[in-house]
């Protein structure tokens, strides 16, 4: 972080949250201890977006979105976190200097200079004389002058050294070049040296939240391969969290609520060019985890839109087994036929909607899609493939909904179907070989999990219990690793004498996984719970069940040792044995 502390912490004492938030909300009022209005991040006709004034952080129990005075502004005015900071600084009167920057800073603005140079060279020669052939493709292809021009879009002729001939022109050093990704060092060549990693190829430069390019997608001309060529991941650019189209989109996704996902970079360009402008692609074929993370702070609602071909299909399915689970409404669209691009083009941006607004949820899409390809397969195989859909699907009242319309599709009696489908499931559970264990194991893991983050959310809300925590757990036995950055931030700000509490966290993790799970800790502010009580708990299970896999661990060893070293596991076994009994009739005493 660039900005000093201090100046950050001063700006914090300046800036009431209350008030703050009151010049965006003007439906906050005060009841009782906190402050009630219409949230401003999702449309509402009763108020559930609260302020406390006590713990200066906000949550809303529509939209789960929260955080501190500072998150507010991010949010209100889409500013990152320095830059939130420098605007509430203007508003409340005090001037942020900055630090020097460090070496990272320094790095990281060159590495960008240099794509941005990349960028700018490839555009300029898409657009000069010598490539007229290149210019010829993009156009024939239906891609338009302004998209051109909005894309940045690029060529890099086909030679080894255009880049750096212009990049040593420049003076820029090669080595860093290579950092970015662009150039390549050469093994073979005389003297060592570097070769350009796009030649050829029509470029699609690849940009990051803040609008900066950070990578490039290249594209052969014609045939050849491969068809698609992208940078690789470097200290920049992470595949998995990038969205191609997101700097343009991201303004439509807003205002619409909704996020349309194509799979390639021409799709994304084409809806944008006739006017769908909330479209995004992944950067492989499915969609990732963090991707979705991205997407669900901006709206409620995810369509994948994918083309007629198989390919698209398998994707799609893939990335409904990440999304299923998240804060987002998830729905799933297939085109006739063609590619959106294609599709776009020759039926115009009305047809294009409407088979977008046909989507259906992911488990109807997955029930359609079996049915599609069973053909003449015997029904009552097809039957156990809807079982194998139907299984994953979290509540029984769901469960059993989606169970009744498979027994009417298939013309079949709905209570056989009912008591197969408990036989299907029955025959999952059926333990093969040692998979007791480890089917269980996952549930344990879910255990420790959400121990260790109601323990967070006691620290984190109730500050005089953090000494007693870091006292009474250490940050090298928390598998989790969201949980245990969190943690790790509030071990090392206890040991140097800082405030420990939920509003300054998220200064310290203003995105991110850890911002989220902070976000479902601030709804926890609002319950009333006798936090010592709920501590002595937490501590006694996650304990408990620390003992118990050590326990288990020894036995097993036990089990498949020499006698010799037996003694040594037994005496070990004695002793957690011991410690379990003190901890449980401590329990005892408390209730
Ligand atoms: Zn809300």
New binding site residues.
């Given amino acids: 972080m660039s900005i000093p502390r201090e100046t950050i912490e001063q700006i914090r004492d300046r800036s009431r949250i209350e008030e703050i938030v009151k010049n965006y909300v003007p439906t906050l009022q005060k009841r009782g201890r906190n402050y009630l209005g219409l949230?401003p991040?999702?449309k509402?006709k009763t108020p559930?977006?609260t302020v406390s004034p006590e713990k200066q952080i906000f949550y809303?129990f529509?939209?789960h979105?929260g955080g501190n005075v500072f998150s507010f502004i991010s949010k209100m005015e889409r500013l990152n976190f320095p830059e939130s900071v420098r605007f509430l600084g203007n508003l409340v009167g005090i001037q942020v200097h900055e630090d020097r920057k460090d070496e990272g800073t320094e790095k990281r603005e060159y590495l960008l200079k240099i794509n941005r140079y990349a960028m700018n060279l490839y555009h300029k020669c898409l657009k000069s004389d010598e490539s007229r052939g290149a210019m010829e493709y993009a156009l024939g292809r239906g891609l338009s002058a302004e998209s051109i021009d909005e894309f940045k879009l690029g060529f890099a002729p086909d030679a080894w050294d255009f880049l750096i001939r212009h990049l040593q022109n420049k003076k820029v050093s090669l080595a860093t070049a290579s950092d970015a990704a662009l150039v390549i060092p050469s093994k073979n060549r005389e003297g060592g040296g570097y070769y350009d990693r796009f030649r050829g190829r029509l470029m699609f430069p690849i940009f990051n939240i803040a609008g900066d390019v950070i990578a490039f997608g290249g594209r052969i001309l014609g045939s050849g391969e491969p068809k698609y060529l992208n940078s690789p991941e470097y200290e920049l650019f992470s595949k998995s969290s990038v969205l191609y189209g997101l700097h343009a989109a991201r303004e439509h996704i807003i205002d619409m609520q909704r996020a349309i996902i194509v799979e390639g970079y021409l799709d994304v360009i084409g809806c944008h060019q006739n006017g769908i402008r909330n479209v995004v692609a992944p950067l492989g074929t499915a969609l990732t985890e963090q991707q979705v993370n991205v997407l669900s702070r901006y709206c409620r609602e995810i369509i994948l839109l994918f083309d007629a071909d198989s390919a698209g299909i398998k994707a799609s399915l893939r990335s409904l087994d990440i999304v299923d689970t998240k804060n987002v409404d998830v729905r799933v669209a297939m085109l006739p036929d063609g590619d959106p691009f294609e599709y776009i083009t020759q039926k115009g941006a009305r047809e294009f909607m409407s088979v977008v607004d046909s989507s259906i949820g992911p488990v109807d899409f997955k029930i359609k899609r079996v049915l599609a390809e069973s053909g003449n397969i015997d029904p009552l195989k097809v039957l156990f493939l809807l079982f194998d859909v139907i299984k994953d699907v979290r509540y029984e009242t769901e469960r059993t909904r989606y169970l009744k319309k498979v027994s009417s599709l298939l013309n079949m009696d709905e209570h056989s179907v009912s008591s197969d489908y408990e036989k299907f499931v029955r025959g999952l559970r059926e333990p093969k070989h040692y998979s007791a264990e480890t089917e269980k194991a996952p549930e344990k893991e879910g255990f420790l999990v959400r121990s260790y983050r109601e323990l967070l959310a006691i620290i984190l809300l109730y500050p005089e219990m953090t000494e007693q925590a870091v006292i009474d757990f250490s940050a090298d036995e928390i598998t989790d690793p969201v949980t245990k950055n969190v943690f790790t931030m509030i071990t090392s700000l206890y040991s140097e004498g800082k405030a420990v509490s939920v509003d300054i966290m998220f200064d310290y993790f203003p995105t991110g996984d850890e911002n989220s799970l902070l976000e479902t800790i601030l709804a926890k502010n609002f319950e009333s719970i006798n936090y010592k009580d709920a501590y002595t708990e937490i501590y006694i299970n996650i304990k408990l069940f620390n003992i118990n896999i050590k326990i288990e661990r020894y036995v097993e060893l036990i089990r498949n040792s020499r006698d010799n070293d037996t003694r040594e596991y037994l005496t070990e076994v004695e002793v957690l044995r011991r410690d379990k009994e003190k901890l449980l009739s401590y329990m005892h005493q408390k209730h």
């Fill in positions: 949230c991040f999702h509402e559930s977006f809303c529509g939209c979105t």
